[in-house]
T-cell receptor, first 112, second 116 residues
Framework: AQSVTQPDIHITVSEGASLELRCNYS??????LFWYVQSPGQGLQLLLK??????LVQGIKGFEAEFKRSQSSFNLRKPSVHWSDAAEYFC??????????FGQGTELSVKP | EAGVAQSPRYKIIEKRQSVAFWCNPI?????LYWYQQILGQGPKLLIQ????????DSQLPKDRFSAERLKGVDSTLKIQPAKLEDSAVYLC??????????????FGPGTRLTVL
């Protein structure tokens, strides 16, 4: 079955600290992977995506993610978190027919 | 370029009432999606249109939910009658191409529905 797991429901980091959000996927074919961010009252904004090639993907707002096939993971990272990064983050895999299969999300809080 | 538009942004209804949500996708986007996002969960696809045809409605509770995309542009999602468990954010998304697994979807701000 196709699924995405985000093990951490809520993470708190200090401003300026590094961040890593975990994502594990289960998909039978080659995965197409996405990270989206959702601020309160807003829709989802695409941070980055992985289709093929270099397994380290750069995105907007200073985010990057690394695809590790052997671990079925696509973790999101940022070297220095800003207060404006506080939001909910969703990992997703592109499923059959183009639909997105989302994880349950990780809520990020940033301490001053 | 204008994004995906949705209305209303918020709706509060009593159970067993009816409600409708409207979505206007990005101009030129052939594919339109409706997702349901229950509090604390990731979005789940309800229905996918390619132009004005349905591609996937396997997760749509068809006894109470209906959706249409007349003329292949705007779309309306309806719930009749609503249940308490329908309280959620309803997200509309669109994409330029169609059914490729890698196509990028653009999301609207969502409609937050509360059923009392």
């Amino acid at each position: 079955a196709q699924s995405v797991t985000q093990p951490d429901i809520h993470i708190t980091v200090s401003e300026g600290a590094s961040l890593e959000l975990r994502c594990n996927y289960s998909y039978g074919a080659t995965p197409y992977l996405f990270w989206y961010v959702q601020s309160p009252g807003q829709g989802l904004q695409l941070l980055l995506k992985y289709f093929s090639g270099d397994t380290l993907v750069q995105g907007i707002k200073g985010f990057e993610a690394e695809f590790k096939r052997s671990q079925s993971s696509f973790n999101l990272r940022k070297p220095s978190v800003h207060w404006s990064d506080a939001a909910e983050y969703f990992c997703a895999v592109g499923g059959q027919g183009g639909k997105l299969i989302f994880g349950q999300g990780t809520e990020l809080s940033v301490k001053p | 370029e204008a994004g995906v538009a949705q209305s209303p942004r918020y709706k509060i209804i009593e159970k067993r009432q009816s409600v409708a949500f409207w979505c206007n996708p990005i101009s030129g986007h052939a594919t339109l999606y409706w997702y349901q996002q229950i509090l604390g969960q990731g979005p789940k696809l309800l229905i996918q249109f390619q132009n004005n045809g349905v591609v996937d409605d396997s997760q749509l509770p068809k006894d109470r939910f209906s959706a249409e995309r007349l003329k292949g542009v705007d779309s309306t999602l309806k719930i009749q009658p609503a249940k308490l468990e329908d309280s959620a954010v309803y997200l509309c998304a669109s994409s330029f191409s169609g059914t490729e697994r890698h196509n990028e979807q653009f999301f609207g701000p969502g409609t937050r529905l509360t059923v009392l």
